[in-house]
């Protein structure tokens, strides 16, 4: 059993930044690949980035890539998304995710098949 929780969010202008945190409690953190997904009012959840469970192997939606960041530190069962050059069109609630996988290279998946997940946190970009 993993339980996972959001901060980080909030309300920022565009071109600005925020750091999300995912705070896990529960056994074996560093055994899940992580992931994190948005879902904006009225579309579906989708994926942003992923990480694997070791050596920091990620995989990042093509409308964030090269602005936002995904890691992870499994002294701190805390998994982490630097959000850089914000736009209004990321404004979402923001839900990061566990996945448990068969080898510490393994890429999260872009599909929602995740065993644990968040309560979300809001991020809003204002133009």
């Known amino acids: 059993q993993l339980q996972l929780v959001e901060s980080g969010g909030g309300e920022v202008q565009a071109g600005g930044s925020l750091r999300l945190s995912c705070a896990a409690s529960g056994r074996l953190f560093e055994s899940y690949a992580l992931g994190w997904f948005r879902q904006a009012p009225g579309k579906e959840r989708s994926f942003v980035a992923g990480i694997s469970r070791s050596f920091d192997l990620t995989a990042y939606a093509d409308s964030v890539k090269g602005r936002f960041t995904i890691s992870r530190d499994n002294a701190k069962n805390t998994l982490y998304l630097q959000l850089n050059s914000l736009k209004p069109e990321d404004t979402a609630v923001y839900y990061c995710?566990?996945?448990?996988?068969?080898?510490?290279?393994?890429?999260?998946?872009?599909?929602?098949?995740?065993?644990?997940w968040g309560q979300g946190t809001q991020v809003t970009v204002s133009s």
């Open positions: 995710a566990a996945k448990a996988v068969p080898t510490a290279t393994t890429i999260p998946p872009a599909n929602p098949n995740y065993n644990y």
